[in-house]
Structure formats: C-alpha cells, structure tokens
Nanobody, 123 residues
Framework: VQLVESGGGVVQFGGSLRLSCAAS????????MGWARQIPGKQRELVAT???????VYADSVKGRFTISRDNAENTVYLQMNSLKPEDTAVYYC??????????????????WGQGTPVTVSS
C-alpha cells in the first residue's frame, strides 16, 4: 500500500491550501485516514482524522480552520486548510489504517504513512 500526498507549498498568512492524499494497493479498502504534521526537531502532531463513515476529529489548534474529507471510491483523503498561520508551517503527512486480513488473522491491519508534503506560511 502506498500513500502519495500533494498540494503543499508556500502561502501567505490568512491564505488557503488543499492537500490531497491518494492511496494505492489497498485491496480491502481503508479504515481511518488522517493527517499529521511535524516541525523539524519536534514530535509529529495529529491534525485531523476521518473514519470510513465520515466521523471526524480535529486537533484544537486547527478546529474551525481545517476540514478533512475523503472519497472512499477513490481511496483519497483531503485536508482543506483555511486562515493559515505561520505556526501551521510544517511537513504534513497523510496516514491510513489499512486492513490486511489473513486466514490466521482476519482483523490484521497496517498503519501506512505517506512521504510528506511541506507547507510554509509566511507572515
């Protein structure tokens, strides 16, 4: 299973960006999908998650500004980021919980991460 992010870039304070993450190779679909971000030297921070049926959870720092959505038919997750601030500057990573059932372990699953896409918000 592979995740490929796109949509990162440089934007001014107050601007918007839309990140996309396409998954390939998920033969049994995808459970939860989400976005996290990381500043060099700091721990990765969970930004938002969305379940297969659309239940969403957001970090307090992005509530009301970011919106996560997904297209199950395309195995794609999006992150619409509005009212961006310099403190949103980070590398953004997509992640997915992918079922990989086996006869021995029908509930087997794997957490997969993308390679990251950088977002820079200038003041």
């Amino acid at each position: 299973v592979q995740l490929v992010e796109s949509g990162g870039g440089v934007v001014q304070f107050g601007g918007s960006l839309r990140l996309s993450c396409a998954a390939s190779g998920a033969s049994f679909g995808i459970n939860d999908m989400g976005w996290a971000r990381q500043i060099p030297g700091k721990q990765r921070e969970l930004v938002a998650t969305i379940s297969k049926v659309g239940y969403t959870v957001y970090a307090d720092s992005v509530k009301g500004r970011f919106t996560i959505s997904r297209d199950n038919a395309e195995n794609t997750v999006y992150l619409q980021m509005n009212s961006l601030k310099p403190e949103d500057t980070a590398v953004y990573y997509c992640n997915a919980d992918v079922p990989i059932p086996t006869i021995e372990s029908p509930s087997n699953h794997l957490e997969v991460w993308g390679q990251g896409t950088p977002v820079t918000v200038s003041s």
